[in-house]
């Protein structure tokens, strides 16, 4: 073999490699997806860790008692109406149960917003008393509206 041709299979093999080190576009949406559940998750600590140090002695069964009169009323007017929403935070990860409601009697915004301090004060809780749970992951229920009321769809999901 010729030094000229030599050279040719060092660049082809030299391209190869090139070719081989690249990440393949699913392999960065996985790292991007990751990178974004990190962020997210760095984000619900940092919230933990405000709503500990801004109202230390939280009362999360006052939190909790002012969010389900809010959602009180389930009546629907049609399947977009009924919602269902994680509250809380488990020591092993997960939500503590899931809300169901109606957009039709109950502000979104509201809902969500005390349902994000419950989840909060759970978890900075559960970080301060070092709280040790079932490592259950609850499964998330799906929601129907039958004679205009929001319910779970127990055919669907039989635990709840």
Same mark, same amino acid.
């Given at each position: 073999?010729?030094?000229?041709? +030599?050279?040719?299979v060092k660049s082809d093999h030299n391209a190869t490699e090139t070719v081989k080190e690249q990440?393949?576009?699913?392999?960065?949406?996985?790292?991007?997806?990751?990178? =974004?559940?990190?962020? %997210? $998750?760095?984000?619900?600590? %940092?919230?933990?860790?405000?709503? %500990? $140090?801004?109202?230390?002695?939280i009362d999360i069964a006052s939190l909790k008692h002012q969010l389900n009169s809010l959602t009180?009323?389930?009546?629907? =007017?049609?399947?977009?109406?009924?919602?269902?929403?994680?509250?809380?935070?488990?020591?092993?990860?997960?939500?503590?149960?899931?809300?169901?409601?109606? &957009?039709?009697?109950?502000? %979104? $915004?509201?809902?969500?917003?005390?349902?994000?301090?419950? &989840?909060? =004060?759970?978890?900075?809780?559960?970080?301060?008393?070092?709280?040790?749970?079932?490592?259950?992951?609850?499964?998330?229920?799906?929601?129907?509206?039958?004679?205009?009321? +929001?319910? &779970?769809? &127990?055919?669907?999901?039989? =635990?709840?």
């Amino acid at each position: 073999m010729s030094l000229s041709a +030599c050279n040719d299979v060092k660049s082809d093999h030299n391209a190869t490699e090139t070719v081989k080190e690249q990440p393949t576009p699913k392999l960065e949406q996985l790292k991007e997806a990751q990178e =974004a559940q990190e962020a %997210q $998750e760095a984000q619900e600590a %940092q919230e933990a860790q405000e709503a %500990q $140090e801004a109202q230390p002695s939280i009362d999360i069964a006052s939190l909790k008692h002012q969010l389900n009169s809010l959602t009180e009323n389930k009546q629907c =007017a049609s399947q977009a109406s009924c919602q269902v929403l994680p509250v809380g935070k488990r020591a092993c990860g997960g939500p503590s149960s899931f809300l169901v409601y109606s &957009t039709d009697h109950a502000p %979104q $915004e509201e809902v969500e917003k005390l349902a994000k301090a419950i &989840t909060a =004060a759970e978890n900075a809780k559960n970080k301060k008393e070092m709280t040790m749970s079932i490592c259950e992951h609850l499964t998330q229920p799906l929601v129907q509206c039958v004679n205009q009321q +929001c319910t &779970t769809d &127990t055919s669907a999901n039989p =635990a709840y």
